[in-house]
């Protein structure tokens, strides 16, 4: 595995915010007066990896067009300020690896996420200060292959590597034309056969020893 770089998926990937997103959205659910509907963690990270309308979208299906009217505005200014009072929690291994990943790869990010919880992850995690470079779709409005397209040209990258935890993180590294590999300790689960590791650590090993 011979890579010029690492871009890496967020949530899922490098930590997890899924209480606290959680939280923000029922928050948005009591000001919006349909507080009888709640979000868990756990249906939160079902959904996420997708644009964060999409994401409204699949986490209330059954609510009529007229009651979406404002609700995404009103859930993303809640989750905002939810994510930045409670934050998230790195993935197990990544607070130890990183260092040396450093070392050896530049280090990117490519969201889906929202541009201020980007910054929430880069300013308030404690590890922003090991990547060099970023887009999410909050930012660019793009999808997340032109967007993992659009950071390797940025970067002069000819041999990246895409780490992600869903399928749709596999789909976008084909679509943009860089190699994937598989984050099993995350959310989702791949399409078919990939490279695969069971833990940050694993993976970091893997990285470190092909360079």
Known sequence: MQFDALIFDLDGTLWDAAHATAQGLNNGLEEAGLGHLRVSARQVTGVLGLPFSECVARL????????????????????RLAVQELGGTPCAGVEEALPALQDAYPLLIVSNCQSW?????????GLGGFFSGWEC????????????????????????????????????????GVAFLFAA???????????????????????????
């Open 117 to 125: 919880y980007l910054e929430a992850f880069l300013s308030g995690s």
């Open 137 to 176: 779709h909050g930012t660019s409005g793009l999808a997340k292959a032109r967007n993992i397209a659009l950071v390797a040209e940025r970067h002069g990258l000819q041999r990246p590597v895409y780490v992600g935890d869903t399928a749709t993180d596999q789909q976008a590294a084909r679509e943009a």
């Open 60 to 79: 209330f299906p059954t609510l009529p067009p007229a009651s979406l009217d404002g609700l995404p505005e009103i859930l993303d200014r809640h989750e």
């Open 185 to 211: 300790w995350g959310f989702g689960e791949p399409e078919g056969k990939c490279t695969a590791f069971s833990s940050f650590a694993e993976l970091a090993a893997g990285l470190l020893t092909a360079t």
